[in-house]
């Protein structure tokens, strides 16, 4: 069984940052892609940011753009998501989510469908 735990999520102000990580745990599986999704009350699951792991390409939403770092430990098996100049649209329950499926087109990752393996969540308030 493979284990993804988010940490990190909280309340913040408008304009301020967090970091959320992503640790893996588990069956050893060969991780190509992890990624952060989110979903705010109401509405769907949208993709936030990807990163492939053999070669740290990413995928980013246009509206997080400039304002939001997905990063890797290859060594801690862990994903990071940098998070600045926060919104109150941001605010959402934000999931880890990885995959032993290689894509050679990046812009895959940001399909839900295309991971297995998910985190619980953890919640991201911005208070406007």
């Known amino acids: 069984q493979v284990q993804l735990v988010e940490s990190g999520g909280g309340l913040v102000q408008a304009g301020g940052s967090l970091r959320l990580s992503c640790a893996t745990s588990?069956?050893?599986?060969?991780?190509?892609?992890m990624g952060w999704f989110r979903q705010a009350p109401g509405k769907e699951r949208e993709c936030v940011a990807t990163?492939?792991?053999?070669?740290?390409?990413?995928y980013y939403a246009y509206s997080v753009k400039s304002r939001f770092t997905i990063s890797r430990d290859y060594a801690k098996k862990t994903a990071y998501l940098q998070m600045n100049s926060l919104k109150h649209e941001d605010t959402a329950v934000y999931y880890c989510a990885a995959t032993p499926t290689y894509y050679t087109d990046i812009n895959y990752y940001a399909r839900a469908p295309s991971y297995s393996y998910w985190g619980q969540g953890t919640q991201v308030t911005v208070s406007s």
């Open positions: 990163i492939r792991w053999s070669d740290s390409g990413t």
């Open positions: 588990g069956r050893t599986f060969s991780r190509n892609a």
